[in-house]
């Protein structure tokens, strides 16, 4: 009896170390929603054949779904029945917009209060700096997210409907705009939007919904509530400026280089060239669809579309990657040290040190872990350097596109590049935050170092 007790006592009080570590709640959260989907997806039911797809697989697509990345080891269209799909589409909707925005919900809705340390897990949830206004925020999220993803059926609808009749044609959009909106890029007809690729309203539609999905909720918030560029913050600023440099440099970029691949746009209209250009540029930074076979792709296309996947969304978005700020701040710092400025300024404001500190963490932990993954699958798979260095960056930022190498994965290479899904939906900062649990600012300040540097 009292052996029992201690064990309770012991089992409470690692609950509440996992419940006081936002981090490493949001890190186990992920990992049992994972596991209980791969569960789901091993079951032979969820198949058209009715025969399991093995446990790997199952996890393999479970962590795809869960961390809204879009690469398969198997066609989710000729693969999955109804029931498969579906599961696969509420992970990609609680993966998308959070476990604990699932988790609060139901409180929400029967008024109950929203305690203190499930606010500050939905603030390291939603990636805000303060908790003020935190339940406001994830209402507004809830209600965004479902107004959005509802006009995005609507306008699918439109086509999908008349292609594949009404039952299938509203699955479709129901599953495409959700997918889209968490940037997830699964599709369940079979070839993405390819056959569809010269269909400006799809186009259209999917590409705005990746957009708006991955400008981050708090930046959507505030443009909706002052409407003027001038009067968005600093954060929203630079979210909207790189988002828009980044689509435009990459839409230039692709065209350019895929003018005249036989393979890609050669044959196709000026205004489907143009139109497939602009799409692969949004996709390419967070969500796995295509209009364009990808293993065709110049190398030199492959090496912008890694260069834009690696940068990713933004924070507080559903979207992956290194995110636009960061990459940003450190652009603007660079700029700023080139000019022999003492501190780094944009819109009139200067970006604080603890910014930039976290911003060239988070870039060399995201560079190291890439390199690490790509180094081990060179030894463990058969395929070229370039495939193998696009699949890692696809996996860490959670973007979904390949070049037609996830089916042939080895189990290793199937299991490294689930780690760098995980990696990539969680944060590397999150990761270690939630493994050494140490978020204190340390109070010993040592004497200055002379360092020459470059």
């Not at 939905?122 to 700096?129: C, D, F, G, P, Y």
């Not at 539609?205 to 003027?228: D, N, S, W």
């Not at 696009?390 to 860490?396: C, L, W």
Request: net charge positive.
């Amino acid at each position: 009896m009292a052996r029992q007790k201690q064990r309770t006592e012991m089992l409470q009080k690692m609950g509440n170390q996992i419940f006081l570590n936002p981090p490493l709640f949001l890190l186990l959260g992920f990992a049992a929603i994972i596991l209980l989907g791969s569960i789901f997806l091993s079951l032979p039911f969820v198949t058209q054949t009715g025969q399991s797809i093995g446990y790997l697989n199952a996890l393999f697509t479970a962590a795809s779904a869960s961390c809204v990345t879009g690469l398969t080891v198997l066609n989710t269209a000729k693969t999955f029945n109804f029931a498969g799909k579906l599961i696969i589409l509420i992970l990609i909707q609680i993966g998308g917009l959070g476990i604990m925005t699932f988790a609060t919900l139901i409180p929400m809705i029967i008024g109950q209060k929203i305690g203190l340390v499930t606010r500050q897990i939905l603030k390291e949830q939603l990636n805000v700096e303060s908790l003020t206004g935190i339940v406001r925020l994830l209402r507004y999220v809830l209600t965004f997210t479902f107004i959005i993803e509802g006009s995005g059926v609507l306008l699918l609808s439109i086509r999908f409907i008349p292609l594949f009749g009404l039952k299938k044609g509203f699955w479709y959009a129901v599953f495409h705009s959700v997918s889209a909106f968490c940037n997830a890029g699964f599709d369940i007809m079979g070839d993405s939007i390819y056959p569809l690729r010269d269909d400006l309203l799809i186009n259209i539609t999917l590409m705005a919904l990746v957009i708006i999905g991955g400008l981050g909720f708090f930046v959507t918030q505030e443009i909706i509530r002052k409407r003027k560029f001038k009067l968005l913050s600093t954060h929203a600023k630079i979210v909207l400026l790189m988002s828009g440099i980044l689509i435009l440099v990459g839409a230039l970029g692709f065209l350019v280089l895929e003018y005249n691949n036989p393979l890609t746009l050669a044959q196709e209209e000026t205004h489907t060239k143009i139109t497939q250009s602009f799409f692969q540029s949004v996709v390419a930074r967070t969500a796995g669809f295509y209009s364009v076979p990808i293993p065709a792709l110049r190398d030199s296309t492959a090496f912008l579309l890694i260069l834009l996947m690696f940068i990713g969304g933004s924070p507080g978005s559903t979207a992956g990657g290194l995110k636009t700020t960061t990459f940003g701040v450190l652009i603007i710092t660079t700029i700023s040290t080139l000019k022999g400025q003492d501190e780094p300024g944009v819109f009139n404001k200067h970006i604080p040190i603890r910014t930039i500190r976290k911003a060239l963490s988070l870039v060399i932990v995201s560079i190291g872990l890439i390199a690490l993954v790509t180094f081990v699958l060179t030894m463990t798979e058969k395929d070229s350097f370039i495939n193998l260095f696009f699949e890692t960056v696809s996996a860490y930022g959670t973007v979904g596109t390949s070049r037609g190498i996830t089916p042939s994965l080895t189990p290793i290479g199937k299991l490294l590049i689930i780690i760098m899904m995980y990696s990539g939906r969680l944060g590397p900062l999150t990761l270690g935050m939630a493994i050494s649990n140490r978020v204190s600012p340390s109070h010993i300040r040592y004497p200055e170092a002379n360092i020459t540097i470059g």
